[in-house]
C-alpha cells in the first residue's frame, strides 16, 4: 500500500514549474531558462527560488512581480578589449529575463530576494490561509444506555 500526502499547493506549483520547463527547453528563445537555470524549494513557510547568475553585477538584476508573476531581469555586458578577438564565444550576453508563475497561495508583498555567489535566492511567503494548521476536534456528551 502506498500513501501519499496531497498537498493542493505543491502540485500547483510543481504543474507551473514543469510547463515552465516545458517551454523553456522547447523554445529556448526568449526565456532565458538556458542562461538562467533555476531550482525551487517548497518550505514550510515559503517557497525559495533559486536562480543561476554568475558573473552578473548585481545591480543589473531586477526583480518585479505584476500580477501573479515574477520576473527576474538581468544584463551581461560584453568585455571585450580593443586589441581582443573572441575566437569562441558561449556566455550569453546582453539582457534575459525568467518568468514565473506564482500560485495565489503565496503572498507577493513580502518577497524578499538575495544576491551572494553568483546565485539569487528569491523567498516567496505562504499565506496564512494556506498554511497547514491543526483542526480541533470536539468532543460530544457521552450518554449512558439504559437497559
Not at 19 to 38: C, D, E
Not at 121 to 131: G, W
Request: glycine letters at 8%; hydrophobic letters at 35%; zero cysteines.
Amino acid at each position: 500500500m502506498l500513501l501519499t500526502t496531497i498537498d493542493p499547493f505543491f502540485q500547483e506549483f510543481e504543474r507551473q514549474f514543469d510547463r515552465l520547463a516545458r517551454s523553456a527547453f522547447g523554445a529556448a528563445g526568449g526565456t532565458g531558462a538556458g542562461v538562467m537555470p533555476m531550482d525551487g524549494v517548497r518550505r514550510d513557510g515559503d517557497v525559495l527560488l533559486r536562480f543561476d547568475l554568475p558573473g552578473i553585477d548585481p545591480d543589473s538584476i531586477e526583480v518585479t512581480v505584476d500580477r501573479g508573476v515574477l520576473s527576474v531581469s538581468a544584463r551581461r555586458e560584453e568585455q571585450v578589449g580593443e586589441q581582443e578577438r573572441p575566437f569562441v564565444r558561449e556566455r550569453v550576453m546582453g539582457s534575459f529575463t525568467r518568468r514565473v508563475y506564482l500560485s495565489e497561495h503565496l503572498d507577493s508583498e513580502r518577497i524578499e530576494a538575495d544576491y551572494s555567489n553568483g546565485v539569487l535566492s528569491v523567498r516567496i511567503p505562504v499565506l496564512e490561509r494556506a498554511r497547514p494548521r491543526k483542526v480541533e476536534i470536539r468532543r460530544g456528551e457521552t450518554k449512558a444506555i439504559n437497559a
